[in-house]
């Protein structure tokens, strides 16, 4: 596809379960960011992948949050335990490289909602 | 804590005036600001973007003007049509950073036939 894909598209789910959302960047570009946005709420950063690795995970709110990418391609940020706070629209964006020069394009989200 | 303030939270504007969004930033070393658009449903779509070196960028009917030693951003919607409505994002970034944004809180645009 021409733009970032994720999926699922909707997520509901009971306290306590683990999620996995996915997401499929552009091809070819290297850098991949995982975002959220609460009810009403700007957009918070959670990670930043170049390549597979992740130099800065600073965004992740706790142990619970985790996230991988591999092949240089897609990522899945996985949720574990999760709590009513999580609930949120979880965006994935990449860009050709991560420098400045190169804009950021997000796909239309996963919304999670825990029961 | 880097941040990026947003105001007004929402607009109401005719078709054809002047949308203005403002944004503040306090870390001075952000080099990239850029404006993004987002409608329900959908994730955000950059607009336009500036770098401090420059005072104002203008795309079509959007403008960006910045004023450095203020550390102020603000968006100018010329024309506005029912088409803007939609929510509005400010953001911050910073290269050596891996260029993550700090997005402002948003403002809800809706222009009124």
């Known amino acids: 596809g021409a733009g970032v894909s994720q999926s699922p598209s909707n997520k509901v789910t009971e306290k306590g379960k683990d999620v996995e959302l996915r997401c499929d960047p552009i091809?070819?570009?290297?850098?991949l960011y995982w975002y959220r946005q609460s009810l009403g709420q700007g957009l918070e950063f959670l990670i930043y992948?170049?390549?597979?690795?992740?130099?800065?995970k600073s965004g992740l709110p706790s142990d619970r949050f985790s996230a991988e990418r591999t092949g240089g391609s897609v990522s899945t940020l996985t949720i574990q335990r999760t709590q009513q706070e999580d609930s949120a629209v979880y965006l994935c964006a990449s860009s050709l490289t991560g420098g400045n020069n190169q804009p950021q394009h997000f796909g239309d989200g996963t919304r999670l909602s825990i029961l | 804590q880097q941040q990026v303030k947003q105001s007004p939270q929402s607009l109401i504007v005719q078709k054809g005036g002047i949308s203005i969004i403002n944004c503040a930033y306090e870390?001075?070393?952000?080099?990239?600001f850029p404006w993004y658009q987002q409608f329900p449903g959908k994730g955000p779509a950059l607009l336009i973007a500036?770098?401090?070196?420059?005072s104002e960028k203008k795309e079509g009917r959007f403008t960006i003007s910045f004023n450095k030693s203020a550390k102020q951003f603000s968006l100018h919607i010329m024309d506005s049509q029912p088409g803007d409505s939609a929510t509005y994002f400010c953001?911050?970034?910073?290269?050596?950073?891996?260029?993550?944004?700090?997005f402002g809180e948003g403002t809800q645009l809706t222009v009124n036939p």
């Open positions: 992948f170049q390549g597979n690795s992740a130099p800065d």
């Open positions: 953001a911050a970034s910073l290269e050596t950073s891996g260029s993550r944004l700090t």
């Open positions: 870390n001075t070393a952000f080099d990239y």
């Open positions: 091809s070819g570009h290297t850098a």
């Open positions: 500036i770098r401090p070196d420059v």
